[in-house]
């Protein structure tokens, strides 16, 4: 079956420590995002890629960092630098062009213990 | 302004309620119009597109009005199954991601 796959589902994470959320689609699709989502909160833009090898900033980058290597991956590292990382991450993707719409990987629940 | 702004509700509507969702957005140069729907701890997935001559999938109805950047959902004939978070999402011209409103929380109470 053709999807989006994040893993893992739960991560709990000491502070000071990085840690890295895999993201894997076998959509063929060329953009995938990450967003964060806090309770009762909207979905925000932390990063995204078009295309292998390149990837930009949404509005919440610091703190995190990703890679584009591959077409079906694009793993989020969130750093020591991210001073509130606790929240639900969602990775996404989409082709490209206008009217395009996203699909969603389940989400991991990120927690810091 | 916020980009995409929506009633946060929470809208309490028993079942068979017909129930109305609006959005605004400030980028005129949108080009692509979506509602999601999240359920609690769960990923968000398409509702439906919204195209400008509006549309219809069963009980629910997507308008467009780029004149005043506003969009509608409205469900008919509301089922316990339809309580949700419905996100409206927009994004610009090209390959601009999408941006999510913050949701409107149904709850459809028997």
């Known amino acids: 079956d053709g999807g989006i796959t994040q893993s893992p589902k739960y991560l709990f994470r000491k502070e000071g420590q990085n840690v890295t959320l895999s993201c894997e689609q076998n959509l063929n699709h060329d953009a995938m995002y990450w967003y964060r989502q806090d309770p009762g909160q909207g979905l925000r833009l932390i990063y995204y890629s078009q295309i292998v090898n390149d990837f930009q900033k949404g509005d919440i980058a610091e703190g995190y960092s990703v890679s584009r290597e591959k077409k079906e991956s694009f793993p989020l590292t969130v750093t020591s630098a991210q001073k509130n990382p606790t929240a639900f991450y969602l990775c996404?993707?989409?082709?490209?062009?206008?009217?395009?719409?996203?699909?969603f990987g389940q989400g991991t629940r990120l927690t810091v213990v | 302004r916020k980009e995409v702004e929506q009633d946060p509700g929470p809208f309490n509507v028993p079942e068979g309620a017909t129930v109305a969702f609006n959005c605004t957005y400030s980028?005129?140069?949108?080009?692509?119009f979506f509602w999601y729907r999240q359920d609690c701890r769960k990923e968000p997935k398409l509702l439906m597109s919204?195209?400008?001559s509006g549309n219809e999938d069963g009980r629910f109805t997507a308008q467009l009005n780029r004149a005043s950047q506003y969009i509608s959902l409205l469900i008919r004939d509301s089922k316990l199954s339809d309580s949700a978070t419905y996100l409206c999402v927009v994004n610009g011209a090209g390959n601009t991601p999408l941006v999510f409103g913050k949701g409107t929380r149904l709850s459809v109470i028997a």
């Open positions: 919204v195209y400008s």
């Open positions: 996404a993707s989409s082709r490209t062009g206008v009217r395009t719409e996203a699909f």
């Open positions: 980028n005129s140069a949108s080009q692509s």
